[in-house]
């Protein structure tokens, strides 16, 4: 799920992004979640995980995305929390 939801941002796919969040903590309006023009998302490297696996109700998922802002490189870290709603994994949102 998590390289999913990078791909479909990096691609501009936000019907994707907005589809896999959990609609308790997603933004109300897709219109939030616009490409913005000087932002490329160019890599993912998926740093641990836990969870997740055919019998879990929930998984977490630390990753790094690289991109470039202006021209100039920069990256987000964060350690994701997924669950299963309605049999599908959905992103829940950054664990603290």
């Not at 907005?18 to 998926?46: C, G, I, K, M, Y």
């Not at 995980?49 to 790094?64: I, K, N, P, Y």
């Amino acid at each position: 799920m998590m390289r999913s939801r990078f791909s479909a941002y990096a691609l501009g796919r936000t019907d994707h992004v907005f589809r896999t969040w959990h609609p308790e903590t997603r933004p109300s309006d897709p219109a939030e979640l616009a490409d913005d023009p000087n932002l490329r998302w160019v890599r993912l490297e998926v740093l641990g995980m836990s969870g997740g696996g055919m019998f879990d109700a929930e998984g977490t998922v630390e990753f790094r995305a690289h991109y470039r802002e202006g021209g100039k490189p920069g990256v987000m870290q964060e350690k994701s929390r997924f669950v299963r709603s309605e049999g599908q994994w959905v992103y829940w949102g950054p664990l603290a």
